[in-house]
């Protein structure tokens, strides 16, 4: 499921999103600088101005890493010349919050959340949007983190806020809905969540347009739980649809493709497309490897897919190999006990009593 950080009522408008065209771009990120560009940065007001430039290009490719480390130096030179509790400070805070949350790191994405929101808070008080923005990303660490409780307040306050500031139809005020509504989903509250998305949905069509990348992101989601429901053709249709659009938008080699091949091929294994499905998370997995790296929880993610598919095709030497690999990143990244570890091995040491 994808998160926004940062159905639709009528049934035509929905039909005609996942079967026109679309009229999105596809956008030229920058290429990657040498190394020895990079370092050769000075720290006036132009240069950092460049760094934060360099820095957003690799975001958009998913090269993560690279951003984050320019990130950290414009943070760092910023910092001493403004202070620590500048009110800027807290942008470069909810920066590399979210860098940082993107690769997995989430206990230091947290404390860059928490820092960003008591900075903001402090000097803009209690109900600012640039408040929620934090709160919004700091509830995503904390969702997954499986800390639903706390995810879910964290929603509630963002809503409350976006709605109080720009009213209750705000392309934000669909953000933390559709947000809220994977919330619910990961907790198997599916209708919940259904009504949440299509509620989002219809705010970001009228508000944005029908081919925006944010209503594929809320479309993805909702794909996610027509699959738990067991309505794949459905599904299907929306997954195939998003990947075209972020495709678009982004180009193949992006996280945000990567995801939804793999939940492509999630549909695919369900339909018994085995061979389909197999070459989906193999996509899924060389583009999560190459950009996020061979430790991220998404990787994890993949190869415990690729495991279930072995395992339903009777290939259980890779099952078992891919579901150990898988284990080891998961239980590393989220911790042993996170429910996403525990249903795993779970499930798998059912699978085993049933040989």
């Not at 929101?117 to 209690?126: H, L, P, Q, R, Y």
């Not at 639903?148 to 976006?162: K, S």
């Not at 109080?164 to 209708?191: I, R, T």
Request: aromatic content about 8%.
């Amino acid at each position: 499921m994808k998160l926004i950080k940062r159905v639709v009522g009528s049934a035509a408008i929905f039909a005609l999103w996942c079967f026109a065209g679309n009229s999105l771009a596809a956008s030229a990120p920058d290429e990657p600088l040498s190394a020895e560009k990079e370092a050769a940065f000075g720290i006036d007001t132009e240069s950092l101005t460049r760094m934060e430039q360099t820095a957003d290009g690799y975001k958009r490719r998913g090269l993560y890493s690279r951003a984050e480390a320019i990130i950290q130096k414009v943070f760092e030179v910023r910092r001493k010349i403004k202070g620590v509790d500048d009110p800027e400070m807290a942008y470069y805070h909810n920066n590399l919050g979210w860098l940082k949350a993107e690769q997995g790191k989430y206990a230091e994405a947290e404390q860059h959340y928490l820092r960003a929101a008591a900075i903001t808070e402090k000097n803009w008080g209690a109900n600012h949007p640039d408040l929620a923005d934090q709160l919004n990303n700091l509830a995503g660490v904390y969702r997954s983190q499986a800390r639903f409780t706390e995810a879910e307040a964290l929603y509630q306050r963002c809503i409350a806020i976006w709605e109080k500031y720009s009213g209750s139809d705000h392309p934000n005020v669909a953000l933390a809905l559709n947000n809220l509504g994977g919330l619910y989903a990961l907790q198997g509250k599916l209708e919940s969540a259904v009504g949440l998305f299509q509620r989002a949905l219809l705010i970001q069509v009228s508000a944005l347009g029908i081919d925006s990348p944010e209503i594929a992101t809320g479309v993805n989601n909702l794909a996610w739980v027509y699959n738990k429901q067991g309505k794949y053709p459905q599904s299907e249709t929306l997954y195939k649809r998003v990947i075209e659009i972020w495709v678009k938008q982004y180009g193949f080699e992006h996280p945000d493709v990567a995801l939804g091949l793999n939940n492509l091929g999630n549909v695919e294994r369900a339909l018994g497309n085995h061979a389909e499905a197999e070459t989906l998370f193999l996509k899924s997995l060389s583009i999560r490897e190459k950009l996020l790296g061979k430790d991220h929880p998404d990787v994890g993610t993949t190869l415990k897919n690729l495991a279930g598919l072995y395992r339903d095709i009777g290939r259980n030497g890779e099952a078992e190999s891919h579901y150990q690999h898988s284990v080891a990143i998961l239980e590393k990244a989220l911790g042993l006990d996170h429910p996403v570890v525990m249903e795993m091995r779970t499930g798998y040491a059912q699978h085993d009593e049933g040989k």
